[in-house]
């Protein structure tokens, strides 16, 4: 029921009258914080900014540029070297400020770009001028050497870039007395160790000259470095080859990402025609040349050898014309352990670097500059920046032949399951040919530096090289046209337990007796000394049994 009196009256609450609504205290404190730390980063901003542009006036306004390694000129044709304004010191505890490389908007950003804005020192101590008219103008006119810190700086900015290759215990240690490493460099994308000379010269190239292009004119290891790792920094390349290139070497540098030309009939022809393109389109002409900068990455491979194998007595590297990569790490090795044998490789056909060593200067010898096995080996000495690093840190220099180099391919071949050419062989060819007595039961460490050998050079050397080496032997007898004579020397030979590869036989243009039928036969033994065992089985049953000498 309903109370009369109506609905009870609800008490009224207790009503406050708030305060002011302000923040607290501590929030406002935040805020004043957070802004004053805003207008001090506006501020260090917009100094900064003052400070590159002020640098980039200071470079502009000069009258000589100075040779450097991380400029380019835009008016002449300059090789792996660019000039402007000196760049800085780079200190190894500095590297860690310095980020990998940013790709926006398809630009190329690079961390070594602030480095070039400052007037400091970086890969030469001194100036020296080059004249425009000179036909090789480079950097490789300037003789100034490179330093442990430049090749610190290189190893930092490449290691995304390129493969640290393993440098392993080889198989072949027992069998020449000594604890032999491989330090395989082939196993590089492109085959060769010149991958890191060369992507540590194009990034350092300015941003502008990275939009215009770059330009080569071989069909060297070098060229096909350039090609793929242009490419990758979206860097246009251009590859100039002369008609007499092999077809496999033009289809690799097109699948590299490179606009291959076919231009001339010799070398010189697209050279030539490099430069006028270079000249006409504003492009980078770039030639293997001993530039700091890509002496500093080849350097990189010293570095390594160091960090991998402990306690190492020795290092063996090719040598030849292009002595960069020996050049570089002995300026690394030596400056880590002194103590450590620098020792450099090249062939007796041409001994290039003995000869430039003798004389004080780089030499050129035309004999042995399309030898297409050798390749880079018998290139010609390209500079006396890599000379002089080579004469003063570089304890000794053997040449060997070509025989030895074969062998040297045919035992990585069988042991370590690499096939190289002569350059990647040509450092184990001097433990193969007893070159170097005095590293008997030391740590040794060979640089196994390229694996560019054309297929059909590949079959070619290989048969040669089991020649070489008593594996593969020929002899000619006469024995009498009659039946079962024929069979009795397959007897003989399965004694022996060799293998036959091929039997000839020719009955008509023969000088023996009537009814004769001279057999020749090419087998396969084990061994220098099977090979003996079978000659002499031979001769004491066929005393008129003609051996091939090799």
Same mark, same amino acid.
């Given at each position: 029921?309903?109370?009369?009196?109506?609905?009870?009256?609800?008490?009224?609450?207790?009503?406050?009258?708030?305060?002011?609504?302000?923040?607290?205290?501590?929030?406002?404190?935040?805020?004043?914080?957070?802004?004053?730390?805003?207008?001090?980063?506006?501020?260090?901003?917009?100094?900064?900014?003052?400070?590159?542009?002020?640098?980039?006036?200071?470079?502009?306004?000069?009258?000589?540029?100075?040779?450097?390694?991380?400029?380019?000129?835009?008016?002449?044709?300059?090789?792996?070297?660019?000039?402007?304004?000196?760049?800085?010191?780079?200190?190894?505890?500095?590297?860690?400020?310095?980020?990998?490389?940013?790709?926006?908007?398809?630009?190329?950003?690079?961390?070594?770009?602030?480095?070039?804005?400052?007037?400091?020192?970086?890969?030469?101590?001194?100036?020296?001028?080059?004249?425009?008219?000179?036909?090789?103008?480079?950097?490789?006119?300037?003789?100034?050497?490179?330093?442990?810190?430049?090749?610190?700086?290189?190893?930092?900015?490449?290691?995304?870039?390129?493969?640290?290759?393993?440098?392993?215990?080889?198989?072949?240690?027992?069998?020449?007395?000594?604890?032999?490493?491989?330090?395989?460099?082939?196993?590089?994308?492109?085959?060769?160790?010149?991958?890191?000379?060369?992507?540590?010269?194009?990034?350092?190239?300015?941003?502008?000259?990275?939009?215009?292009?770059?330009?080569?004119?071989?069909?060297?290891?070098?060229?096909?470095?350039?090609?793929?790792?242009?490419?990758?920094?979206?860097?246009?390349?251009?590859?100039?080859?002369?008609?007499?290139?092999?077809?496999?070497?033009?289809?690799?540098?097109?699948?590299?990402?490179?606009?291959?030309?076919?231009?001339?009939?010799?070398?010189?022809?697209?050279?030539?025609?490099?430069?006028?393109?270079?000249?006409?389109?504003?492009?980078?002409?770039?030639?293997?040349?001993?530039?700091?900068?890509?002496?500093?990455?080849?350097?990189?491979?010293?570095?390594?050898?160091?960090?991998?194998?402990?306690?190492?007595?020795?290092?063996?590297?090719? #040598?030849? *014309?292009?002595? $960069? !990569?020996? /050049?570089?790490? @002995?300026?690394? =090795?030596?400056? +880590?352990?002194?103590?450590?044998?620098?020792?450099?490789?090249?062939?007796?056909?041409?001994?290039?670097?003995?000869?430039?060593?003798?004389?004080?200067?780089?030499?050129?010898?035309?004999?042995?500059?399309?030898?297409?096995?050798?390749?880079?080996?018998?290139?010609?000495?390209?500079?006396?920046?890599?000379?002089?690093?080579?004469?003063?840190?570089?304890?000794?220099?053997?040449?060997?032949?070509?025989?030895?180099?074969?062998?040297?391919?045919?035992?990585?071949?069988?042991?370590?399951?690499?096939?190289?050419? #002569?350059? *990647?062989?040509? $450092? !184990?060819? /001097?433990?193969? @040919?007893?070159? =170097?007595?005095? +590293?008997?039961?030391?740590?040794?460490?060979?640089?196994?530096?390229?694996?560019?050998?054309?297929?059909?050079?590949?079959?070619?050397?290989?048969?040669?090289?089991?020649?070489?080496?008593?594996?593969?032997?020929?002899?000619?007898?006469?024995?009498?046209?009659?039946?079962?004579?024929?069979?009795?020397?397959?007897?003989?030979?399965?004694?022996?337990?060799?293998?036959?590869?091929?039997?000839?036989?020719?009955?008509?243009?023969?000088?023996?007796?009537?009814?004769?039928?001279?057999?020749?036969?090419?087998?396969?033994?084990?061994?220098?000394?099977?090979?003996?065992?079978?000659?002499?089985?031979? =001769?004491?049953?066929?005393?008129?049994?003609?051996?091939?000498?090799?």
């Amino acid at each position: 029921m309903v109370s009369p009196r109506g609905p009870p009256r609800v008490r009224p609450t207790d009503m406050t009258i708030p305060g002011p609504l302000l923040p607290p205290y501590g929030a406002i404190v935040g805020v004043l914080l957070r802004l004053i730390v805003y207008l001090v980063a506006v501020l260090y901003s917009f100094a900064e900014e003052l400070l590159l542009k002020k640098d980039d006036n200071k470079i502009k306004k000069q009258d000589v540029p100075a040779l450097c390694d991380l400029h380019c000129c835009k008016d002449g044709l300059i090789r792996n070297g660019l000039i402007g304004q000196k760049p800085p010191s780079i200190n190894p505890e500095r590297l860690k400020d310095f980020g990998e490389e940013d790709y926006l908007n398809g630009d190329v950003k690079t961390w070594e770009m602030k480095i070039v804005s400052r007037n400091e020192e970086l890969l030469r101590d001194g100036l020296s001028h080059i004249p425009q008219s000179s036909s090789r103008t480079s950097l490789s006119s300037c003789n100034k050497l490179i330093r442990f810190e430049d090749i610190s700086a290189a190893a930092f900015k490449i290691q995304c870039s390129v493969q640290k290759t393993p440098c392993m215990y080889s198989r072949l240690s027992k069998q020449y007395g000594m604890d032999i490493y491989l330090k395989k460099e082939f196993l590089q994308y492109t085959g060769s160790v010149k991958e890191r000379g060369v992507i540590y010269l194009l990034t350092s190239l300015p941003q502008d000259q990275q939009r215009k292009g770059v330009i080569v004119a071989s069909d060297s290891n070098f060229s096909m470095a350039v090609a793929y790792h242009a490419s990758e920094l979206r860097i246009p390349v251009f590859v100039i080859m002369s008609t007499s290139t092999s077809p496999a070497r033009v289809k690799m540098c097109r699948e590299y990402g490179a606009m291959v030309i076919s231009y001339g009939t010799t070398a010189k022809d697209s050279q030539m025609h490099a430069r006028r393109l270079a000249q006409e389109n504003g492009y980078l002409y770039l030639e293997e040349e001993d530039s700091a900068v890509y002496l500093s990455g080849l350097g990189t491979v010293g570095l390594e050898v160091y960090e991998q194998v402990p306690k190492l007595d020795a290092v063996i590297f090719p #040598a030849g *014309g292009h002595c $960069g !990569l020996l /050049a570089g790490s @002995a300026a690394a =090795l030596k400056h +880590l352990n002194p103590h450590i044998s620098v020792i450099g490789v090249e062939s007796e056909s041409f001994p290039v670097l003995q000869q430039s060593l003798k004389a004080g200067h780089p030499t050129e010898d035309q004999a042995c500059s399309n030898h297409h096995f050798y390749g880079d080996v018998s290139g010609l000495c390209f500079g006396s920046n890599s000379l002089q690093l080579t004469g003063k840190l570089v304890d000794k220099v053997v040449a060997v032949r070509e025989e030895d180099i074969l062998i040297s391919m045919l035992r990585l071949l069988e042991y370590e399951r690499a096939t190289v050419d #002569a350059e *990647g062989a040509i $450092g !184990l060819a /001097a433990l193969v @040919a007893g070159k =170097l007595p005095e +590293l008997k039961g030391k740590r040794v460490a060979v640089v196994i530096c390229s694996g560019n050998l054309e297929l059909h050079l590949l079959q070619q050397c290989i048969a040669r090289a089991l020649t070489l080496d008593n594996r593969v032997c020929r002899f000619s007898l006469v024995l009498s046209d009659c039946p079962g004579d024929i069979s009795k020397l397959l007897e003989a030979l399965a004694r022996e337990e060799v293998r036959v590869l091929d039997m000839k036989q020719e009955r008509t243009f023969v000088t023996s007796e009537l009814f004769t039928v001279e057999v020749t036969c090419t087998v396969e033994t084990r061994d220098k000394i099977h090979a003996a065992q079978l000659r002499n089985a031979l =001769l004491e049953r066929y005393p008129t049994a003609v051996w091939t000498e090799r």
